[in-house]
């Protein structure tokens, strides 16, 4: 971890909030580059109130800095992903971009695709979703390339993306409950989507809604064990 002075880090948040990305270094600079006009540069509520925390030196304002691609980071280190932790930054090895890392390490071509095309579509992957990447790539060939990339580059992560689908899926369970080290009860229900026809003075609606109940396939687990929270995002 960089040894900043608390204006250095002051002027990390400014940059984290401007969108700025790359190393604590490379941010700073940019912050010192548009100091005189830092209020032109972001219309963004918290880097609007980060710079006027640095007008007025005020000194209780939080600074926040965001993991790299925690989900990605968690994964490495739970499946021993040695290329994972390296593509990503921790194995001292200083700033990485885990996204574009692995993007490179594709022969698609680069000006098709945006840093946050890709990211997205990583972070689906590592959720277990399909669709989202396909959306992205569009086509089954380049589609292929990508996931033979993931395959090759984060074999542990990507072997716990497909087993956690795949081979951990009990289509009779109502829900998945384990326990945390700390003793915490995480208990993961199976939520399903139901459509019933209603009649309102003579005229038929359909009512959608949902219910905890099993289903033949399902996607919630590999968010689930990575970040263990109560509430996920539902990619399909």
Known sequence: MDKLTEKEWRFVDIANHAGIKGTFKKRIAWVEKHLDKLESKCDDQLFQ????????????????????????QCLSLLTHDINGLRLNGLFNNGYQDIYMNLFNCTDLDKKNYSRNEIKKALMASS?????????????????QKYYSVLEEQIPGIYKFMTYSINGLWNPNAYNYTYRLPDGFIVKAEVINTCKESMSINGKDYEV???????????RILPSMITHSKQNWGEYQ
């Open 208 to 218: 959608v809604h949902k219910v905890n109940k099993p289903s033949k396939k399902g």
């Open 127 to 143: 959720y277990g979703s399909v669709n989202e990447p396909m959306k992205i790539f569009k086509t089954e060939e380049a589609l």
């Open 49 to 72: 109130a980060s710079v006027h925390a640095l007008r007025t030196n005020q000194e209780d304002f939080p600074v926040r800095c965001d993991a790299s691609a925690s989900g990605f």
